[in-house]
């Protein structure tokens, strides 16, 4: 194929090795949360000042997080490969726009942004959100973190599923493939005909589904995929 068209999806591995936690590794964010206390509207409702809290903790140490040769790399495949490439993240830090990754779908939502409750206004969020903060559109006490949790849609679906239906390659980066739609995005590629690759510390939940793994470390294995990319 001349110009392949690729899809990339990353989850929390990606940025492990710029020191933010993972969620189902060993002493992971799920270790230390219950999942419906601080991921679900639930959650939210029943105690907004605990997921505001997990939210601004999190929101502090992606400030101070720098990107990783993973990042790198794939901002490089973005600037020079020829054909279309979507990247998709799970991860709501900014890692892949601080190397320099133009278009980042957070398909998860971002720590750097807020949302009204109420009018669906978003905003970029203060380092530091608090409860009841009013929103700048319809004045409502309803801020809340712009994320999606268990339970919400994930954003741009659409975009997601048309970018994966004309897919050459699909490539899962650091993520356990435990989470859905995220985790079936790799049978939409292959459904189609696209070569499917996982590069990921473990194998991933869904690894049978891929074609070819590349099992290491993100910062190693990802810029030897795309030089790989590149060169052919
Ligand atoms: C939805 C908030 C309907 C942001 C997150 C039963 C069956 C199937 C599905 C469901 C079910 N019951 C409920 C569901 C749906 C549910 C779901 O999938 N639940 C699971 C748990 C069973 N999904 C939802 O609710 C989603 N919404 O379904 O809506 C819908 C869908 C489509 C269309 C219309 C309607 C919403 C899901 C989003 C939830 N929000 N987080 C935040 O707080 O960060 S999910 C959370 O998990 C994060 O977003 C995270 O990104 C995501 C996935 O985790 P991973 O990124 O994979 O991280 P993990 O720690 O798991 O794995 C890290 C991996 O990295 C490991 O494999 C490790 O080996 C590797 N690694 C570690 N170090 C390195 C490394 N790899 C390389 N290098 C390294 N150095």
Known sequence: MAHPSI?????????AESGLGTFRDEGGLWAQHRIEDVATPEGFARNPQLVVD?????????AEA???????ALARLQAEHPGDV?????????????????DVLHMHGALNSALCGACEQRWPAPLEMHVGEACPQCDAPTARPDIVWF??????????????LNADIFAAIG????????????????HVGAKTVEMNLDPSETVALFEETRPGK?????PEWVASILGS
């Open 7 to 15: 899809v990339i999806l990353t989850g929390a591995g990606i940025s």
């Open 54 to 62: 997990f939210y601004n903790a999190r929101r502090a140490q992606a």
């Open 66 to 72: 720098v990107p990783n040769a993973g990042h790198a």
């Open 86 to 102: 979507l990247l998709v993240t799970q991860n709501v830090d900014d890692l892949h726009e601080k190397a320099g990754s133009p």
């Open 151 to 164: 339970g919400e849609i994930p954003y741009q679906m659409e975009r997601i599923e048309q970018a994966l």
């Open 175 to 190: 993520t356990s493939g435990n989470v859905y739609p995220a985790a079936g995005f790799v049978q939409m590629a292959a």
């Open 218 to 222: 993100a910062s190693e294995t990802v």
